[in-house]
């Protein structure tokens, strides 16, 4: 296969517009291109030894993805891993990756035949070597227009119990603006596995699978629905104190009998969230209710005011509004994709939050870009205002203490770090973990 990956290690002046200078200061960072003209590459994964494994969705996903070995040098090479397990082909685009002590998980969107797949990877005895999938895990769903079904995933150390991990799942909404019938669930099946407890699971929720990897064969020891109320999570992670961080992607239209206001202009009456489960509840007791499709903040658009809709959901961290710059135009981030905690040697006060990327879907696309939440005013800034015209669709981001890395639509993805900071000096791409594309997360807001 040729190399699709033009490693650049080029620095991209603080004039080329891309971090908003309204808002931020561009001189305190340093952006730098590591690639370009890149397929769908969806994750990056880094090996001790400097290589790289690329998560590659060939024509967006219609074809087998590949995990293909990058070398140090920054060659791309042969395929590790061909997504295929118990005799069977998987087709469909690698939605990210997690890692599970020395194994892998990688997730396919596969609803076009009905399931999506979660593959656990043993990595072979140097990064180059073929990778071995020793489990699966299906969620079935009977229909193949389920709407919501793309695989938001991430994981945790079990608290307490060596060589065991949470793995966190999105069982996303059958429909835009109603409830998922009770009737309908998506059946859990596993391959591969020790012991895999059967499981439906229900839609508008998050659930927790418990996978102990000390023994010859992967173990899933419980599945546990961890909250509802949720419509289309893509972006999960953990902080240190294990706090679960997620997005959640708002309706496009009211819910049937809502006597709220009809938005105006196409906009959507729904805020897109950002959302939390501390540690402490994460699991425990009854699953969180975030209320959809009933209990929400009112997108701000016009003369409509961004108020909380409805009683007895937990409200999100922050609902992502409209913010009108200077000259009165107003710029509207919408369809949160991946999320990342800001390193924490970036310069203040953008060393204390997350950043979380944006999809947009707009044609021009007026609605991508990047947002970073600060812990300490409970606001938000746009990073990467929209409407700007180098930005097609951030896809996804993940960071080091020293460093974010994002990725846009266009192929292109950026290394930020302090302006204090050595530019890197080779053209690996340091943990990097790319979502989805936006050609299949639907209009606007991932649907």
């Known amino acids: ?48 030894d400097g290589s790289a494994l690329i998560s590659n969705s060939p024509h967006y996903g219609s074809t087998q993805p590949q995990l293909l070995y990058m070398s140090p040098s920054g060659t791309l090479g042969s395929s590790v891993y061909g997504s295929t397990y118990d005799g069977s082909s998987i087709t469909g685009m690698f939605t990210g990756s997690v890692q599970l002590g020395n194994q892998i998980a990688v997730g396919t969107y596969g609803i076009y035949q009905g399931k999506d797949t979660i593959t656990i990877l043993q990595p072979g005895a140097t990064p180059s070597s073929a990778m071995t999938a020793v489990a699966s895990l299906r969620m079935n769903y ?97 902080n240190a104190a294990g706090d679960m961080y997620f997005t959640d992607n708002g309706m496009e239209e009211l819910p049937p009998g809502s006597t709220q206001p009809v938005p105006t202009g196409d906009e959507p009456p729904q805020a897109d969230e950002l959302n939390m489960i501390p540690a402490s509840q994460l699991g425990v007791g009854a699953p969180v209710d975030f209320g959809f499709p009933n209990c929400y903040v009112q997108y701000a658009y016009g003369s409509i005011p961004g108020v909380n809709v409805g009683t007895g959901c937990i409200q999100p961290v922050i609902a992502f509004q409209p913010v009108t710059d200077s000259n009165g135009v107003q710029h509207e981030l919408e369809g949160p994709t991946d999320l990342a905690f800001a390193p924490s040697n970036f310069p203040a006060p953008f060393n204390n939050g997350i950043f979380v990327g944006f999809v947009g879907g707009e044609d021009p696309n007026d609605e991508a870009g990047m947002a970073y939440y600060s812990f300490a005013t409970h606001s938000y800034t746009q990073f ?3 409407s700007n015209p180098a930005i097609h669709n951030i896809l996804g981001l993940t960071s080091t203490d020293n460093a974010l890395y994002f990725s846009d ?39």
């Open 1 to 48: 296969m040729s190399c699709l990956l033009a490693v650049l290690s080029a620095t991209v002046a603080a004039n080329a517009g891309i971090i908003n200078s309204s808002a931020v200061d561009p001189t305190l960072f340093n952006l730098t291109t590591l690639a370009t003209g890149a397929g769908l590459f969806t994750d990056i994964t880094l090996a001790p």
């Open 142 to 238: 009977p229909t193949t227009n389920w709407y919501h079904s793309t695989v938001g995933m991430g994981a945790r150390p079990t608290p307490g119990v060596s060589g065991s991990y949470d793995l966190v799942i999105n069982v996303g909404s059958e429909y835009d603006n109603v409830p998922t019938p009770s009737t309908d669930t998506v059946t859990l099946t596993g391959v591969g596995f020790s012991s895999t407890p059967s499981a439906n699971l229900s839609g508008d929720s998050l659930y927790l699978i418990r996978i102990n990897t000390n023994g010859s064969q992967p173990a899933v020891t419980a599945v546990q629905q961890v909250a509802t109320g949720i419509r289309n999570v893509y972006g999960i992670a953990f």
């Open 384 to 386: 990467i205002q929209a």
């Open 409 to 447: 639509f266009t192929g292109t993805v950026y290394e930020l770090q302090a302006a204090a900071t050595p530019e890197p000096s080779s053209g690996l791409l340091v943990g990097l973990a790319m979502a989805v594309g936006a050609r299949y997360l639907g209009r606007r807001r991932l649907r």
